[in-house]
């Protein structure tokens, strides 16, 4: 199976910025595409950047320009480095992975336990 570890939430000002990481371990044959999603306090988990296997990036329009995922030279580690923070960034940001445990199998998809973000003016 896959495990996956976040780390790098916290309370922030508005204006700051974090940097999550998201590693995944376990027995598996390998990772295609990593990303983040997030739910913000009354609304629908969205997405919120993701990165392919070989490196091609893709973002939602919120959050463009300011956040920046990339992945680590192991190809199993997700960074999202969250620049100029906002209030409305507040939210529950999740890893997410698509992983297949051999060769022969498809690619499913694993979440992350999800890791606190709170942006404070």
């Known amino acids: 199976q896959v495990q996956l570890v976040e780390s790098g939430g916290g309370l922030v000002q508005a204006g700051e910025s974090l940097r999550l990481s998201c590693a995944a371990s376990?027995?598996?044959?390998?990772?295609?595409?990593m990303g983040w999603y997030r739910q913000c306090p009354g609304k629908q988990r969205e997405l919120v950047a993701s990165?392919?296997?070989?490196?091609?990036?893709n973002y939602s329009d919120s959050v463009k320009g300011r956040f920046t995922v990339s992945r680590g030279s192991a190809k199993n580690t997700v960074y999202l480095r969250l620049n100029t923070l906002k209030l409305e960034d507040t939210g529950v940001y999740y890893c997410?992975?698509?992983?297949?445990?051999?060769?022969?199998?498809?690619?499913?998809?694993?979440w992350g336990q999800g890791t606190q973000v709170t942006v404070s003016s």
């Open positions: 376990g027995s598996f044959f390998d990772i295609d595409a």
């Open positions: 990165i392919t296997s070989s490196g091609i990036t």
């Open positions: 997410n992975v698509g992983a297949r445990l051999r060769y022969t199998l498809p690619y499913e998809t694993y």
